[in-house]
């Protein structure tokens, strides 16, 4: 059974660095990519980036300078990490199994950029 | 970047009532679209894949049409439990895309 699990810190000071944990059960990460999406409260999705089986990645050229993907595929985690941190970051973030289609999700992270 | 645009942004309806939901890319996505059901505090569902094809578990009344740049999802007899947002997501060109949304009301 898939299952992606999000964890990581509710509140993030402006300015700092977020860091996002993606454990992954059901599924491995060497056949398997894994993409990272986020929602702002009360908006739509946004494509942020994916980590792919081979250990490439990609990222949304909107948010690329600041964002950082990367996983340890003995613990089956994916990480997100991004700098510079503003409000308009606060979001939820998702992590999902992406196969050209996303089709396994995480059940979501809430992260508010706050001083 | 590959624009997606859902109309309408809001649309009411009755149960039983057939539905058709729109999606349309600013270029040629070559039926490389995904269409999402997003209920309230929920991650988002993939209810269709690659234009026309139907995710497992989904319920039949579900299904997908379009090519090139317009595309819809239609949903034939209009259920309670139908009430959410609705995503369209190309997937052809980076970045992949999302469009802003449909929500489906109860009328």
């Known amino acids: 059974q898939v299952q992606l699990k999000e964890s990581g810190p509710g509140l993030v000071q402006p300015s700092q660095t977020l860091s996002l944990t993606c454990t992954v059960s059901?599924?491995?990460?060497?056949?398997?990519?894994v993409s990272w999406i986020r929602q702002p409260p009360g908006k739509g999705l946004e494509w942020m980036g994916v980590i792919w089986s081979n250990g490439g990645t990609d990222y949304n050229s909107a948010i690329k300078s600041r964002l950082s993907i990367s996983r340890d595929t003995s613990k089956s985690q994916v990480f997100l990490k991004m700098n510079s941190l503003q409000t308009e970051d606060t979001a939820m973030y998702f992590c999902a199994r992406n196969r050209g289609r996303l089709d396994y999700w995480g059940q979501g992270v809430m992260v508010t950029v706050s001083s | 970047d590959i624009q997606m645009t859902q109309s309408p942004s809001v649309l009411s309806a009755s149960v039983g009532d057939r539905v058709t939901l729109n999606c349309k890319a600013s270029q040629n996505i070559n039926k490389y679209l995904n269409w999402y059901q997003q209920k309230l505090g929920e991650a988002p569902k993939l209810l269709i894949y690659n234009t026309n094809n139907l995710q497992t578990g989904i319920p039949s009344r579900f299904s997908g049409s379009g090519s090139g740049t317009d595309y819809t999802l239609t949903i034939s007899s209009l259920q309670p439990e139908d009430v959410a947002t609705y995503f369209c997501f190309q997937h052809n060109s980076w970045p992949d895309t999302f469009g802003a949304g449909t929500k489906l009301e109860l009328k």
């Open positions: 059901g599924l491995s990460l060497t056949s398997n990519s």
